[in-house]
């Protein structure tokens, strides 16, 4: 079982078997819903995923889009969108341990900061994956 939480600790989720898609996303709505110049993300099917602890309030950032968030500390959790059905995308960042993670591509690379200089071979792709 891999599990995560927020700053706080109130919030927490956690999924059981492999992950979908493991990525860094460069796109600007992550970016200022995260307040980071970057975000990595873990998706798991829904059916195989569950929030434990204080249910996290919701934000719709964009037409088909909820982004999750701890309402106590503003920790950004997750996030779900239309086209992606039966997912959720965890912030890797919210992992008990980060270091678990192992990022696989690049998403929306065309947004990435000048001033973020990142040195491995991974896939970048330009915009969305699909
Ligand atoms: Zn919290
Ligand atoms: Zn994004």
Not at 48 to 57: A, I, L, Q, V
Not at 59 to 68: A, D, E, I, K, N
Not at 101 to 125: A, E, G, I, N
Request: proline share 8%; aromatic share 14%; glycine share 6%.
């Amino acid at each position: 079982m891999m599990k995560g939480h927020c700053f706080c600790g109130q919030t927490r989720w956690e999924y059981s078997g492999d992950e979908t898609w493991s990525c860094y996303c460069h796109c600007d709505d992550c970016r200022r819903t995260c307040g980071a110049p970057v975000t990595a993300f873990i998706g798991v099917p829904i059916d195989r995923f569950r929030w434990t602890g204080k249910s996290p309030k919701r934000y719709q950032s964009s037409f088909g889009v909820l982004r999750h968030f701890c309402e106590t500390c503003g920790s950004p959790m997750a996030f779900d969108a239309e086209h992606y059905p039966g997912e959720i995308h965890l912030y890797a960042a919210s992992l008990e341990n980060p270091a678990d993670f192992k990022p696989l591509f690049h998403v929306h690379y065309d947004s990435k900061l000048p001033w973020l200089h990142l040195t491995d071979d991974l896939p970048k792709y330009p915009h969305s994956k699909t």
